[in-house]
């Protein structure tokens, strides 16, 4: 009899796992494929580490803005995906030192859960059954294949981001189906390579529910160099290597690639390992369909010790967001009082450059019927942001209540916005005010005190 079972080992299983150990739960994790799950064998990591090497390669052949000149910068492809690989395997490693520390007893095994009974709850992996007292699903999700017609019939043409990884040639052509930060990241690596990239978006914008003014700046950008957008197109069908939209006339238009990457969104992994054998109840989309595990804010579902994490609730699709519902349900099972928040989650987009925003956007505040202000300033005003970003574009954008000027959302284009987004979390997390973050001293010179300076813009 274990304290815990949990299925799944990505960052949200792994990580309770950990925070389980250390306070001393006997605890089994489930996973059939490899520590870390999606985001670090087929998702966060690995296009991270694709995208680094762009920006190696995009530094070499801009040198000279820096005074530095450089000849023979050259893209090896084949090393690029070769460094990918190694980091993954060296990062998967420490997950599994990280179990063994802290006495977490890792199958490598599909799991289905059978039953609930007075002694705890029945799970069935690798020809054995395990019993535990309390159970966390952390199954994650799946890309999201809509049935285009002749999407089948395309063969290795199409490609999703788990087969996109894999390539060992550089495509000369890519079309990507959906502009959101999947495809944006992949978008933006392949172009910076060389490939000549178009995306096809159904939205009139990139990166959806990103702020509008900051997504139509980093578009532009790229349009700029090379990457071809068609927005609010509807696609209609594949024919071989060709992708068949409608543009906003209604005009059917065709664009191929030598590959098409579908990255239109992620759903839920719910089927296929018990779910139904103790009733655990679903979340429902407005027409009655399920599209995640349905909890509260302590993570646990109707059914008494089973608990849920990450992308399986089909709310909040991040890593950083699994990672806290794992603790949240951790903290619970040991009694702690612990509620999940999602007003300060951030989300990344790691372009070049970066986009970072967090709390709500310009649009939200305005449809929740909020009054509020923005106040904005450009990179520039940041003397190291001028210094190491040779003719770079960039803003920051806060946007705080009317009457008491308390942050309520921050975004921001330029880099390194990725590392500095997250003092923004903890102001609104805090309820801090534009007055206080004034207050708060920042290093100089560092692209991080652009915060402070657009404080001192609120009028």
Do not use: W
Not at 166 to 180: A, D, N, T, Y
Not at 231 to 240: D, M
Not at 439 to 455: D, G, L, M, Q, Y
């Amino acid at each position: 009899m274990y304290d815990l079972a949990i299925i799944g080992g990505g960052p949200g299983g792994y990580v309770a796992a950990e925070r389980a150990g250390a306070a001393g739960l006997s605890t089994v994790l489930f996973e059939r494929r490899e520590l870390g799950g999606v985001c670090l064998n087929e998702g966060c990591i690995p296009t991270k580490t694709l995208l680094y090497s762009a920006k190696v390669y995009n530094y070499a052949v801009t040198g000279d803005h820096y005074g530095v000149s450089t000849t023979g910068a050259a893209v090896n492809y084949p090393q690029i995906v070769d460094r990918k690989e190694k980091v993954v395997k060296k990062l998967v490693g420490g997950i599994k030192a990280a179990m063994k520390g802290y006495k977490v007893e890792v199958v490598k095994a599909e799991a289905t859960i059978k039953s609930r009974g007075a002694e705890g709850i029945t799970i069935e992996a690798d020809g054995k059954e395990f019993t535990a007292k309390n159970l966390l699903i952390c199954t994650g999700s799946e890309a999201a294949v809509p049935p285009f017609p002749g999407l089948k019939e395309a063969g290795d043409a199409i490609v999703t981001n788990r087969e996109i990884l894999s390539l060992r040639e550089q495509p000369k052509e890519l079309v990507v189906i959906g502009g959101g930060v999947i495809g944006m990241e992949f978008a933006a690596f392949y172009s910076t390579l060389g490939t000549k990239v178009t995306v096809v978006e159904m939205l009139p914008k990139i990166l959806g529910p990103l702020d509008n003014e900051i997504s139509t700046m980093l578009q532009g950008i790229y349009a700029k160099r090379g990457i071809n957008f068609c927005l609010n197109c509807k696609v209609t069908g594949i024919e071989g290597n060709t992708v068949v939209y409608e543009d906003p006339e209604g005009k059917v238009c065709r664009v191929s690639g030598d590959k098409i990457l579908v990255s239109v969104g992620r759903r839920a992994n719910i089927k296929g390992f018990g779910l139904e054998n103790i009733g655990v109840e679903m979340a429902l989309n407005p027409a009655g369909r399920p599209y995640g595990i349905k909890v509260d804010e302590h993570m646990r579902t109707n059914i008494p010790g089973v608990y849920a994490a990450g992308d399986v609730t089909g709310f909040s699709m991040l890593a950083h967001t699994a990672s806290r519902e794992g603790e949240v349900a951790i903290n619970n099972i040991l009694g702690k009082k612990d509620v999940m928040r999602y007003n300060a989650i951030p989300g990344v987009v790691y372009t070049n450059p970066e986009v970072a925003g967090v709390g709500l956007t310009e649009e939200e505040a305005k449809k929740k019927g909020i009054d509020y202000k923005v106040i904005k300033l450009p990179m520039a005003y940041s003397g190291r942001f001028v210094a190491e970003n040779e003719g770079g574009e960039g803003i920051c954008k806060l946007i705080v209540g009317a009457k008491y000027h308390e942050v309520l959302g921050a975004h921001m284009l330029g880099n390194p916005c990725s590392e500095i987004i997250q003092s923004m979390c903890i102001a609104i997390e805090q309820e801090m005010t534009v007055e206080q973050i004034k207050e708060v001293v920042f290093p100089h010179p560092t692209v991080s005190e652009i915060i402070k300076e657009t404080a001192f813009s609120l009028k």
